[in-house]
């Protein structure tokens, strides 16, 4: 089974899905990642605190090498499962790629703020919002590889 994550930009909520569900997933299945508006994000390949995420979590082997991907339409033609981090996502492929498909979920994973990332917030307020983050993403996974019966 190939499981496709999306989200914004691509560097922060699918990133840590992508690489937690891979470093989850039985052989024979693959998750992947990509962004509705990867190509205007300023983030540059990955946030900063989905960077930390992964390594603190052990996760560097299973995260995509590189920087974004922008979704397109094959992308999404060519996932078994698409999962939507948040609703605005699902619409930005409708409206934007013309995905017009069922094979998805919606998870309505909050995203971190750009202000979050360089303002507003001290640097353990952002770890502490990201690790919720990834918290919620892994309740999700686990849930969804029980379901599909896909985990090692």
Known sequence: MHIHFVCE???????????????????????????????????????????????????VPYMKNG???????????????????????LQAARHELGYAGDRHEVWNVQD?????LVSGDTVPQVVAIAE?????????VDRMMAERKLGK
């Open 132 to 140: 919720r983050t990834l918290e919620t993403i892994k309740e999700h």
């Open 9 to 59: 930009g691509n560097t922060y909520r699918s990133r840590l899905a992508e690489a937690y569900c891979n470093a989850h997933l039985g052989s024979g299945h693959k998750a992947t990642s990509s962004g509705v508006h990867a190509m205007d994000n300023v983030n540059g390949p990955i946030t900063w605190v989905a960077a930390l995420l992964i390594k603190r979590n052990g996760l």
């Open 112 to 116: 971190i703020q750009e202000k979050d």
């Open 67 to 89: 920087s974004w991907t922008q979704t397109d339409a094959a992308l999404l033609k060519g996932a078994d499962l698409i999962v939507f981090m948040d609703d605005k996502d």
